[in-house]
Every structure is written in C-alpha cells, then in structure tokens.
C-alpha cells in the first residue's frame, strides 16, 4: 500500500443516468473511455444522489452532508462559507485544489475551498442576477415540454463550454508534467465538471446520426396505480409532459444518448492526456454525476424523482497499485459517501459534521463492512418557475432491497 498522498482526478457530470453507460449494461451507447476506466477500477452499482437536482447534490459533494444538515434544498439556496468542504480539506494537507468547469454554488462565494478556479458555470450564480437565455433553445434547459419538442441534431453552448472545460484541464496537465520536470513532484488535486449531458437534448449531428434509428422508446409505462393527486400526476401537467409526443420522446433520447458520447469522448481526451505525461502513477481517479435523468421512463424526464433513473447515478474508482481491476461492489452509497473519500484520500481527518463515509475499504474489499443505508431529499421553495409556484418536501430512504418514497400531502411509494 502506498504511504505517499495520492494525486486525485475527480470528472463530475451533470445529468448522467448511470442506465446509459457501456459498463452499466447499456449495448447502445459508446462510451469506451469511461468503460476502460471500470474496466481497470471498480464500480459502484447503488450509488445515489443527495438530492435529485443541481445545487443541494452539489454542494452535499461538497460538504458530506445531507442537503438539510447544510441548508441548502434548492437551486435557490447558497452554501453558507463557513461549512467546511472537501477543497478546504485537501488545501489544508497541502494540495493545492483546482477546479476547471461546472460547481454551480449560488452566492458570493464561487470558491468554496478551491485554491484555484477556471471556465465557471453557464450561467449568473449571484443573487439578483440577469436570467440567461438560449435563444431558439429557450425552455429546452429546464423542465419544460420545450426540452423535447426542441430536441435533436445541432448545437448547444453546453458542449461548447465543455470542450473549454476539456482544453483548460489538459492545459493544467501540461503544467503538472512542466513542474515534475522541475523537480516539482507534489500530488496534484484536479476536479473536472461538465456540463453534458444535461439538456437541451441537442447533440452534434455527426454523433446524432449514429444513434438514430437505434434507440428504443422507454421500456416503463406510467403505473396503473397512480392516481390523479400524486406529485408526479401533479409534476408531469405542470410541465408539459403530457403534451409530448412519441417521436419527441424519441428524438430527445436518442440526442441523450449522443450527449453521452459527447461526453465520453472529452473525458478519454482528459485520460489520454494523464497515460501521455506518465502522471498515472498513484493517481486515484473518479468519475460520478450530481443526478440522473428519467428519459421518458414512466411517463417522466429530467430529474425530480426518487426513481433510480433520476436519483441513481454513475461511481467509478480507479486507484492503480490500491484498488483491484475489474471489480463491481453493490453497497448503496452516496455522493456524500465520495466526499468522505476524496478527504480519506488525500489524507485528512473527516470533516467535522460529515454525513459521508470513506467509501475506500469498501473499494478495497468487497466484504468489508458497510450500511446499506441511505437518504435523498428534493424540495422545492415555489421560486423557481418550473415549480408552479409549489412548495414541496419530498425524501427518499433505500435500506437494502426496500425504498421508500414520501412525498408530503400526497401518496407515498414503498418498494
């Protein structure tokens, strides 16, 4: 076992239902970076989010802490600076940690920890500040009707900003490789956020066209128990979703699906670039997403559901030399359970008012012991418009083969 600080990669994205990826059992999508990746760590199969969209998933990472241990619930709501995060951690053992793309912190404090940032989020994170618009693609990056109707081949500005994020991470690689040959040889700390495949379901026509014709309508139908006074009876009007037609569920799933590949593609130039300046060696490499997204599924999209296709996600390991190749754990984890890994990592004490658990030993070892426990919460403030103007307290518990979905004023779900 190496007693040397490890160089840590940690690639997040935003959006990836673990369901559409190669080493997850999907045969349709290409994703051969990410599935070389499992294929030298381990994979994760029950890993969750802390909350089914954006900023509370984020800033839970960030902290350890569930999305009510850190008041922040919503996509309105800022972290507090003074809760200690995972940047503040490594930067206090020494590292010097860099962020290069998508953090999504609303408020004042766009560092959190971070010792250095680069690229930013697409859009004004500060109070009070200036809605962005996408011009004929309006809507389509919310949870709106639009995101269908206005889905197939072309161009978004998401991708754009991705391949800034790719291009400014392999320059930041060159300048490790730079510094090595100075003599320079401190463990480095690189997060890489992406913004794919997060909608607009609007993907490069090239990529596109190899996916159409290939993928299939959602396997799940709507649930004959589910009646008119559910939220997600509620959630599916307030949005449109009902309004959509087949061919553009079609549509949007097969431009989902060259997102993905979008996306891979980026991540293997961010591999490629670590295997060319030999900056593999004791490197533990990361790979998750803040939430999935419903595809259709259930008469459903986006996030905003405790169904595993929105709160399950993607967790790859890769630790050459500590962690075995080609291995698969099934213990339900969660994003806050990677936040105390990055710390166990790096070699810090666990932050303090941590919810996580170092997912390490359990990486190691198949058997060593673990709870099959965990927790989601998604709420709403009625702020944003998407929302209609509803409040909502919604959380989800997964203990082992049982789930349990609570949804306040409304019918719960037990499965």
């Not at 500590?322 to 994003?335: F, M, P, V, Y």
Request: proline share 6%.
């Amino acid at each position: 076992m190496s007693t040397d600080r490890p160089n840590i990669v940690f690639i997040l994205s935003d959006q990836h239902a673990s369901n559409v990826l190669g080493c997850y059992g999907d045969d349709i999508v290409q994703t051969p970076n990410l599935d070389r990746l499992a294929a030298e760590g381990v994979v994760f199969e029950n890993t969750y989010t802390p909350s089914p969209i954006c900023v509370p998933a984020r800033m839970s990472l960030l902290t350890g802490r569930y999305p009510y241990r850190q008041s922040c619930w919503t996509n309105s709501d800022a972290l507090n600076s003074d809760i200690p995060t995972t940047a503040h951690a490594l930067g206090a053992v020494g590292y010097h940690p860099t962020l290069i793309g998508r953090m999504h912190a609303i408020g004042p404090d766009q560092l959190h920890g971070y010792a250095r940032r680069e690229i930013g989020d697409h859009i004004t994170d500060w109070y009070g500040g200036f809605a962005y618009s996408l011009g004929v693609l309006d809507k389509a990056q919310r949870p709106f009707k639009e995101s269908l109707v206005k889905s197939g081949p072309g161009q978004m500005s998401y991708e754009l900003v991705d391949r800034e994020v790719t291009k400014n991470s392999l320059a930041y690689l060159d300048e490790i490789a730079e510094k090595r040959k100075n003599g320079n040889n401190a463990p480095f700390s690189l997060n890489v956020g992406f913004m794919l495949p997060h909608q607009p379901y609007v993907a490069d026509p090239e990529i596109y066209k190899l996916y159409e014709g290939k993928v299939p309508p959602p396997k799940l139908s709507r649930p004959e128990e589910e009646g008119d006074d559910t939220y997600l009876a509620w959630w599916r009007a307030q949005t449109g979703l009902n309004e959509v037609s087949e061919e553009d569920e079609i549509r949007a799933r097969t431009a989902y699906y060259a997102l993905v590949d979008t996306m891979d593609r980026e991540i293997g130039k961010v591999l490629d670039k670590l295997e060319e300046l030999d900056l593999l060696e004791n490197t533990l490499i990361i790979y998750s997403s803040d939430h999935g997204d419903q595809l259709g599924e259930r008469d459903l999209w986006w996030k905003q559901t405790f169904y595993d296709e929105a709160a399950k996600i993607p967790l790859i390991m890769k630790w050459a030399g500590e962690l075995k190749s080609g291995e698969r754990r099934d213990q339900i984890a969660n994003l806050v359970d990677v936040s105390a890994t990055l710390v166990d990592a790096g070699g810090h004490a666990p932050l303090p008012g941590i919810d996580g658990k170092s997912l390490l030993p359990v990486a190691r070892d198949g058997d060593a012991e673990w709870s099959d426990t965990t927790y989601s919460e998604y709420c709403t403030d009625g702020l944003l418009a998407w929302s209609g103007g509803r409040v909502l307290q919604s959380r989800m518990i997964r203990q082992g083969q049982w789930k349990f979905n609570y949804y306040h004023g409304c019918p719960s779900q037990l499965f």
